[in-house]
């Protein structure tokens, strides 16, 4: 079939509303936010599906023409997972944002998979209920994009990844099929929960078109300090004594390393709430039950922590402007663009206990390497998540050899190249580097099973398997 | 290859140590827990392998023979998903009974999967940690049973099923590949995450050897109340109170229905907290983070629910033994040999809002079959999850026929017809009832993909593809 018949069949199946085709193409649709640019291809055509039936519709032909299929949410991905091949065709979320019921006895919001995670949340919210992802691209990025990504951000010590936030999908296979398990139940072990293939799976497996997304109950309290401390000895002290007296409530530990601290400041332009000459600083938060006897609790916390010689100064914040002004500064240490650029961005994860001696060794590794590196450190360190900018005076930036640098530390600590950002096509290369040759066959083995032609969003992630 | 040199090749090697068999085995292997006996096989040999290399070893000379391989730990299932096949080998886990990690910083513990459940909750809590699974056969059962099944238990609510409590997991597959995935953080997307492919499906996909198990904060208090309400409408209200003003410490809310709260009563031989007459029983806990104050706000919670005319009847527990007490009269819900023999017990999954309807129709559905059918109903309502004993005069019990009229309601309502207890050999027969058509071809290519050959756990959860 010639490429014009194919775009007719197309047509002819979606309807002209819902196709766009060649050189009509958005150009939009050529890439995500992901920095390093990944090379790109040209859409052959793009598809705005509103139903799983249109999914399968696209689907049926292009596995029967073997034509590749890219799945698209808000294009918020930071490791090229959405970036389309050549010829390939785009299956555009954005038009299925259909809430489709909130059931506040079950706790579950059933909803399309192109709705943006920020819809979500406030209609969560209007009913009473919580739902507990959180990330900066919410008014952006779809639910179905964070379901592909397994989604983390700022609450995952207490909530957990998107993964954990969703009982039942719709999902339409490689050939078509339509998969409908829309659980609604906490307790489902009726078989294999097959849903675990279309989550942080990326478009390889699958194409998700409904989720049943599971609420929580609102906290009733917030209370959060900025602490400083002596080094990473000291963090972790901290973190023992916050686990151990929050009793399950601590909500967010988020580390940053002085540098950063620094780097953050100037770019706001104001003093941070704690001064400099600390070895790092840490932001605690706790979401409970009861404002006055919480936060009585949190002081007393805080308290202890001086006396126990843990904490050198701290701020505990008496407000909600206290309490946004010490996220405005870890946030701050987010965006490279402002504190770090040009620089090389990493999301990786190492074993908590470790990570100081971990931050060391990258230091030191990219001193020896380039005399004038830079580089800043900062996390959600309970997590194991740490985010680190590099910034080496070589023009072009030699990505490539900082990245081996970095990964390279991060396969010593037994740690991961990917904690919540995704493979992509960005990280493909450096997938090995934490995790074993077996596994990576048995990643493939699933692919070929799934998608045994492999039109599903090629290349990213892991290679097919070869004959 | 005959018999005796297949067993040869066994005893050579494991070691004598760690083989028995035909006529040595231990008549224990042949079945597990389930009252409704499946029909079991008689194993060719018993294999107490000592690590992944060993049980690595009896899977590639198993799958060079094409000889079934049953996995057993405690033998504590419901589901008879342990139950032998003539002539397999049986991989017994007890040996491997390591606590090799306790990682109090990560807040993980790296466990063999022969270790009981009690086991792993002692070490937790000599860490200043809590595992928090919980089940009666917590003594008994292994690890790896608690994560080839899912296990759920008592702490759902809160803390999540087995599968939200493991990092990593070390696997053995179909060909004997050693997968080692030990991750230790709580953020990792390096590629698919495979661990999901071994839990909750009964040892038909692998073998898990070792895992890294998630450790969580101890909670610092606890508040139980017994209540008594008009009805199930009644029972919703009370969860939505609780929900929205516990604000996410709530962690059991247990809904007995009036006739098995009596039948309970009675089996103790002493007067339950709260006199009969109503319409539900429900027992509310709460986990905090500081005693005196939650008490006092889960007080105040209760004093509302009377105001609002939520609860008829309520008791606070003053003290452990009252607590205790509460529930013991739950647990003895759950212990149908003394309250209902002989009966068909279930554990089903239900949309919360509708399992009073649910309840209703299937009292009305089994008398009008039965006239005599006694039936009784309690269950982790907050969860979904509802356990249910039918006993009917006939003799002997017609098990299927009661089995279909409760499972055709469970469908007609979009529930589980496995909460917790998986499918085992039980319930496989019934899988249609909550599963679509494609979900189970799905799972049977996931099947054929990881086990070709049809040698784990054969006639367990899915049959194979068939040519």
């Avoid at 291809?41 to 399968?56: C, D, F, K, Q």
């Avoid at 997304?213 to 900025?226: D, E, F, G, M, Y």
Wanted: aromatic residues 6%.
């Amino acid at each position: 079939m010639a490429i014009s018949n194919f775009a007719e069949e197309l047509l002819a199946r979606i309807g002209p509303g819902g196709v766009r085709v060649g050189a009509d193409v958005d150009p939009r649709h050529r890439h995500d936010w992901t920095v390093e640019m990944p090379p790109d291809g040209a859409p052959l055509a793009v598809v705005y599906p509103r139903n799983a039936e249109e999914v399968s519709a696209v689907l049926r032909l292009c596995q029967a023409h073997r034509r590749p299929v890219v799945v698209q949410g808000g294009l918020t991905g930071l490791a090229g997972g959405a970036t389309p091949v050549d010829g390939c065709v785009v299956l555009s979320m954005e038009r299925m944002r259909a809430i489709e019921e909130v059931d506040t006895d079950a706790g579950t919001m059933t909803v399309q998979a192109g709705v943006t995670l920020q819809t979500v949340q406030e209609a969560a919210d209007a009913a009473g209920l919580l739902f507990p992802l959180d990330l900066g691209a919410r008014g952006s990025c779809l639910i179905g994009g964070n379901l592909s990504t397994n989604a983390g951000g700022n609450r995952v010590l207490r909530y957990g990844m998107m993964r954990d936030l969703v009982l039942g999908l719709e999902v339409v296979l490689a050939d078509g099929t339509v998969v409908t398990s829309l659980n609604k139940m906490l307790k489902n072990n009726a078989g294999y929960d097959l849903k675990h293939l279309f989550i942080g799976t990326e478009g390889t497996l699958g194409v998700v078109t409904r989720a049943v997304l599971r609420l929580h109950p609102k906290p009733r309290s917030v209370c959060t300090a900025l602490c400083a401390v002596a080094d990473y000895d000291a963090v972790l002290r901290l973190l023992r004594l916050a686990r151990e007296r929050l009793g399950g409530t601590l909500s967010a530990f988020e580390v940053m390393w002085p540098e950063v601290y620094r780097r953050a400041e100037a770019a706001l332009g104001r003093p941070a709430p704690l001064p400099h000459g600390h070895g790092a600083y840490v932001l605690v938060e706790a979401m409970g039950s009861d404002q006055a006897p919480d936060q009585e609790r949190f002081e007393a916390i805080l308290q202890r922590s001086f006396e126990d010689g843990i904490v050198a100064d701290a701020v505990l914040a008496q407000s909600g402007e206290q309490t946004a002004a010490f996220w405005t500064i870890r946030d701050t240490c987010g965006e490279f663009g402002r504190i770090i650029a040009p620089a090389v961005g990493f999301d990786v994860s190492i074993p908590v206990g470790r990570i100081g001696e971990f931050v060391t060794l990258c230091q030191d590794r990219l001193a020896a390497r380039w005399p004038d590196a830079e580089s800043v450190y900062f996390g959600h360190v309970a997590d194991g998540n740490i985010h680190i900018g590099v910034k080496v005076a070589e023009d072009p930036l030699p990505v490539h050899a900082i990245d081996v640098v970095v990964y390279e530390a991060v396969q010593e600590f037994h740690g991961s190249v990917s904690a919540e950002h995704g493979i992509g096509v960005l990280k493909k290369e450096f997938l090995p580097y934490s995790v074993s040759p077996e596994a990576i066959a048995l990643m493939r083995t699933v692919k070929a099973a799934l998608d045994p032609n492999g039109i599903l969003n090629p290349g990213k992630v892991v290679d097919p398997v070869t004959a």
